[in-house]
């Protein structure tokens, strides 16, 4: 079990280092994302500080969308998958450690770099820890979570708009109450219930999601 | 009966408690929408099994004589 | 006996598996729920409009009557695809896929009454459609789930990946029902809650609202639940004539019913 964990890993982080265009895409594409705000919305710093804490999070978010789509579909046209299906080691614990890896390579730096974009958008200082903090849990969910309806429509031709649309609703408790836990400690609110609520969510999902999705490659692969 | 006459029945209008105290607002124009919009779903949903079903008997026809042929 | 009883329903219900007994047993049904459906919501709705009180908020109101049995309708519809969605992944019986993509497919349109008719009623009540408090936020969910399980259907030419690729989103979205259900019970997470929560209608003497709200309202409910029954026989009898369209029972209705057309 840790041999297949192990071997997954190391293969992952080491194609993935390969292409390290890859990599960058979607932190380009967050600091767009970033862009459009105080050019469509307002210049003004009070009212970008307001809506921040919001911004950064769906920023991510969409980040985070843009990336799931290849998380399984190299493997799936190079015929890896296939062989994930029939060896005889666990998927579950192959598919857990692939998402592991793609947070590692997707979702930490889209964490690490927020606080430059949380400047950017006057987010008030003391709540950049605590942003940071939500965030680290929210793209662990925003992983695992959309791993499964990557998984799902990863044999379509045209997945990527009806990956959008299946996504969308699994994030938005994640997304709501993360936004919300930045907003509290702006306010200088208790935040520690929605932190645990966070910390919950994304501990379960990375329980539950692997076996989903693992179920979701059988389903997807059977054609 | 609520209501005097058919107009009354349509217009709706009634004492309602604001802000400013009570006043008099006409609500027909969107409880009367609501019930449109519920009723024209209904109906589509009677409708479409109908026509999903010409569609399909059409579809067998089609398919039926371009065997024989 | 009780044990000689529960076999023959058991038996019974089971024989509901078959495709071509589904198709034969299921007009009457369909009908006689069609009927009663009529009957009950055109009295609720006549009673809601015309013969209800208007203390309790004014005129307004009286979109409650198609607002609530549609809301309860649709998370309800929900809430079978759930169940379903596992009988196809566990049990993997032919008419639980057909049901569930039936279901969806009548419960979409009444998510979207639920959303609009709220958008409509919230329009002079809270002087803005949309308030987007947690109420509404899960509802807003719910028609997004449901158009993404009509998606799938669109997208996915089989019909065994279809129905296995909903069940999967299905189990792992249908929790989202918890979050509506108790939406306007979490004010203690920071969330401001306008929509009121949901008063006890079905309790007999102590009932939150009045005589003259409960009746009309319950039999709405009520109403709701059995035109949801015959709309989705209706759907799933056409459902089976299309995927089973090469059968040899299936022929033989398109022989009668192609004759008929002659």
Redesign the interface.
Known sequence: MWMTFKSTCARELLLSSRKRGELLNPLVFFFAIMLLFPVAVSADPELLGKIAPGVVWIAVLLSLMLSLDSMFRDDFQDGFLEQMLISKDSLVIAVFAKILCHWLVTGLPLVLISPVIAIMLSLPVSAIAVMMLGLLFGTIWFSFVGAIPAALTVGLRKGGLLLTILVLPMMIPMLSFGAMLVRQQINDEVILPTLMLCVGMSLLSMMLAPFMAAISLRISLSE | ???ESISD?IQ??????TPLGEET?C??S??W???A??LS??I???L??IL??KK??KQ??RR?LSERL | MLNTVWKTIVAWFLKWGSPKWFYEQSKIWSLISGWLATFMISWAFIYGIFYTPTEFKGHMSRALYIHVPSASLSMMMYFAIGIMAVIVLVWKMKMSSVMLKSTAQVGAGFAVVMFVTGAIWGTPAWGQGIVWDPRLLGDGILVLLYFGILAVYSAIDSYEQADKTVAVLAICTVFILVFIKYAPAMEGLGMQSIHQDSSNVYSGNDSAIDKSYQRPLLMGIFGFMVMGMSLVLRQARVEVLVRYRTAKWVQAIFDKELAKGK
């Open positions: 009966m609520i209501f029945a709706m209008c009634g004492q309602v408690v607002r609500r027909g969107y409880v929408a609501c019930y919009v519920g779903v209904i589509y949903n009677v479409s099994p999903r079903k399909l008997l067998e026809a039926r």
